[in-house]
C-alpha cells in the first residue's frame, strides 16, 4: 500500500479503506481461483493497483462518466479506478466466468455501488454506449480499438477523456503500425519512478 501513497495523497478515510482492504481479499480469492499470479499477489499493490492507477494519473474522469473495462480479468485496471473515481460508473467485462465471480465479491466486499459486471465477450455488448473504454495488456491495440469503437458515445467534449485509453507494455511500434491508429503515449516510468514501470505505457486514442 505504501507505494500507492507515495504517488497518491488526497484520499479519502473511505478510500483508504477500499484501497488497503484490496490485498487481503484478493488473497483469500487467489486461494480458490487463480486470478493472479503467485509470484504477483505480494507485489498487488505496485503490479495492479498502482499500474491500474496510472489511468487516473493522465485523465481526470469527471462524475457521471461512463467507463467499460474490457478484459478485466481480476479487476484491472477497474477496481482500483472504481475506488479513486467514486463518481464514475464501471462496467467490468470478461468472457471468463470464475474471473467475474471474483470481481462481483471484491466489489460486493468494498461497497462499491459504482460497478457493475458482465461475463460477456466485447462482441457481444449491445444497445449500451460508453464515454470511455480501459483495458490492460489484453490484446494487440488493433483488436482493442476495432472491439471499443462501436461502443464509445460520439461527440464527447474536447477536453473529456473518450475513446480508449489502455495500458502496455514493450516496444509498441509494430503494434501501432497495424492498428492504424495515431494514439497519445505515455511513459508510466515518468509518472512512477519504479523499475517494474521502465517499458510500460498508457496508450490512449482518441
Not at 190 to 203: A, S
Amino acid at each position: 500500500m505504501e507505494v500507492v501513497l507515495k504517488y497518491f495523497s488526497d484520499f479519502t478515510p473511505k478510500q483508504l479503506d477500499q484501497f488497503s482492504t484490496l490485498a487481503p481479499l484478493y488473497r483469500e480469492w487467489n486461494e480458490k481461483i487463480n486470478v493472479i499470479s503467485r509470484k504477483d499477489i505480494d507485489a498487488l499493490y505496485e503490479k495492479h493497483v498502482l499500474h491500474s492507477l496510472a489511468i487516473a494519473a493522465v485523465a481526470e474522469l469527471p462524475a457521471g462518466m461512463q467507463v467499460l473495462d474490457l478484459g478485466t480479468g481480476g479487476g484491472f485496471p477497474g477496481i482500483p479506478l472504481a475506488i479513486f473515481f467514486p463518481e464514475v460508473q464501471f462496467h467490468l467485462v470478461d468472457s471468463i466466468g470464475k474471473k467475474i465471480k471474483v470481481v462481483e465479491a471484491v466489489a460486493e466486499a468494498l461497497n462499491l455501488t459504482n460497478v457493475t459486471t458482465a461475463h460477456s465477450r466485447v462482441e457481444d455488448i449491445k444497445n449500451r454506449k460508453f464515454d470511455l473504454v480501459v483495458s490492460r495488456a489484453v490484446a494487440p491495440l488493433k483488436d482493442l480499438w476495432r472491439w471499443s469503437k462501436p461502443l464509445v458515445k460520439k461527440g464527447a467534449p474536447a477536453e473529456r477523456p473518450s475513446g480508449l485509453i489502455c495500458l502496455k507494455g514493450g516496444d509498441l511500434a509494430q503494434e501501432i503500425s497495424e492498428s492504424g491508429c495515431r494514439p497519445k503515449m505515455v511513459n508510466i516510468h515518468k509518472i512512477f519512478p519504479e523499475e517494474y514501470f521502465m517499458e510500460k505505457f498508457v496508450v490512449a486514442v482518441k
